[in-house]
């Protein structure tokens, strides 16, 4: 697919890993729809698209209500003419352990509403706008790719048991939808980042940030650049479908 004037649509748009993925492909020529629930952070990543060439649209949109995506992927439709692309990148963190004792006390747990939360935006908000893109995409004639971020976290992350769980199951949905949607023209593709420069890490203490460094391999970690080539390369590579690409620097061999 050439990205060229192809139209793509990125949740959690506004800021992170979106926004590096909107201006990579805006930088090539793509149009972009720009999914998050922050406006002012979407109306400014709109801005740095244009700059960088392309062309965006922004719509705020909570990715884990069923009406508010299908509203917005219909109005994507009618902005654009057309959907070429999804990257499902809106992603929300509730960290904490299932269960924490002390001299067999119980400290804490983890709540429902933290399991749930996280389930809600990363994994049934993926299955939504998967779900709606390929309805959109199909009933328009479009083909294309749809691409969900995962993350290294998939394989297990102590204090993590929400956000494991919901980035196994976008995972798993990648053969699904790849088997169940090539007969439309439509491939599906997925990425796991491994520990990624954001605002996220930026807010760490140093100590913990220089610990965890120490133990990826390649001794740094990744770029949001990084990411938003790997999201350019699925995308112009019309072989790729149904497969996980970890970016990692081999931090999980």
């Known amino acids: 697919m050439k990205l060229q004037?192809?139209?793509i649509a990125i949740t959690g748009g506004g800021q992170g890993l979106g926004r590096a993925m909107a201006e990579y492909l805006a930088a090539k020529g793509a149009r972009l729809a720009l999914i998050d629930l922050m406006e002012d952070k979407l109306a400014e990543t709109a801005e740095a698209c244009k700059k960088a060439g392309g062309d965006a649209g922004i719509y705020v949109c909570n990715v884990a209500k069923e009406?508010?995506?299908e509203a917005t992927f219909k109005s994507i439709i009618q902005d654009f003419g057309q959907l070429n692309g999804l990257v499902n990148n809106a992603g929300i963190l509730r960290d904490g352990l299932m269960v924490k004792f002390k001299?067999?006390?119980?400290?804490?747990r983890m709540e429902l509403s933290q399991w749930q939360s996280v389930i809600d935006v990363n994994l049934t908000g993926v299955f939504?706008?998967?779900r709606e893109a390929a309805t959109r995409m199909i009933e328009n004639g479009d083909q294309g790719v749809i691409i969900n971020i995962a993350s290294i976290s998939r394989?297990?992350?102590m204090g993590q048991s929400n956000y494991s769980?919901?980035?196994a199951g976008v995972s798993a949905l990648v053969p699904v939808w790849a088997k169940e949607l090539a007969k439309h023209g439509i491939r599906c593709m997925g990425i796991a980042p491994g520990f990624i420069e954001t605002e996220m890490t930026a807010s760490m203490k140093p100590e913990a940030l220089e610990k965890m460094t120490a133990g990826i391999p390649l001794k740094r970690m990744g770029k949001p650049e990084e990411i938003a080539s790997a999201v350019a390369f699925i995308c112009e590579n019309?072989?790729?479908s149904g497969r996980m690409i970890e970016v990692d620097g081999a931090l999980r061999l």
């Open 103 to 108: 001299d067999g006390q119980l400290q804490k």
């Open 165 to 167: 769980a919901a980035k």
């Open 128 to 130: 939504l706008c998967g």
């Open 238 to 240: 019309d072989y790729l």
């Open 5 to 7: 004037d192809s139209v």
């Open 67 to 69: 009406e508010d995506v």
């Open 155 to 157: 394989a297990g992350n």
